[in-house]
């Protein structure tokens, strides 16, 4: 009786390696190629994200340092597994390639260490080639979300009174900028309204960034988002200079966690302080 159950373990192991193989050489389900980047020659799909509202943490340079560029939009991530026939500076040096061919910028590449960042237009695209026979591929098309909720000269007001302090959503900049963008008007509108209607009103305009890239460039660009949306308010919406003082506080007063896309979402934000 043993000796037929170590037979059949023998029988056994090898089906279960050519079952093991078999599923290895298989697409995980509901998962495809992006139509603008192939796969590597014998790679395998293990996993995959799709989303029409997401944003990826793009490697890029800048100013000659390495730091992460947000970009939010419609997400693919693909997870590849690579033949264990091939070597990753093939894996890397093949699409490294193909990405080149195709006219895309390269705003960061590692070399030999497999990863980099490319984009064309909105579209940005991210390889990370790991040495343990498996490759990530994420890209983002940048895309505007619609605003929901707009600013309210009524409900300012009301936050003002209250606790001294109101977010005024639907105001909005492009990453890493201090323009304040046109789709910006309903909500400073509503601010112009609210000091308008009320002349002794004194506020400070406080921008506030998440934790994302360095403290003292989210702190000078806090300072200068805000001094825009005073410049606007007062050159364009005819606002008493008196009544405005922009300041900056950086990532230093999170209303959420910054583990999270939806969280910093939240944390990027301008703010209305009674004086």
Known sequence: MKVIRILLLCLALPLAAHVSTAQSTTDHAGCKDSPLVSRFPGSVITNCTDSDADSFDFTVVMDNKQQPK??????????????????KSQVVHNLNIALKKAGYT???????????????????IME???????????????????V?????????????????????????????????????????????KLLKANPALKVYVVGHTDNVGGLAANIDLSKRRAASVVLLL??????????????GDGPYAPIASNDAEDGRALNRRVELVKQ
């Open 70 to 87: 947000h970009i939010g939009g419609v997400l693919h991530q693909i997870s590849y597994s690579w033949p264990k026939t091939a070597s």
């Open 234 to 247: 007062t050159s364009k919406y005819g606002v008493s200079a008196s009544q405005l003082q922009s300041y």
């Open 148 to 192: 929901e909720v707009v600013a309210n000269a009524a409900a300012l007001s009301s936050g003002l009174t209250g606790a001294g302090h109101i977010v005024v959503n639907g105001i909005l900049f492009d990453t890493g900028k201090a323009d304040v963008k046109p789709e910006s008007d309903p909500a400073l509108q509503q601010v112009s």
């Open 106 to 124: 390269f705003d960061y590449d590692s070399g030999d260490y497999g990863d980099f960042t490319v984009h064309m237009g909105k579209t940005w």
């Open 128 to 146: 990370e080639v790991s040495s343990g026979n498996w490759y990530r591929q994420t890209i983002v098309v940048d895309k505007e979300f619609p």
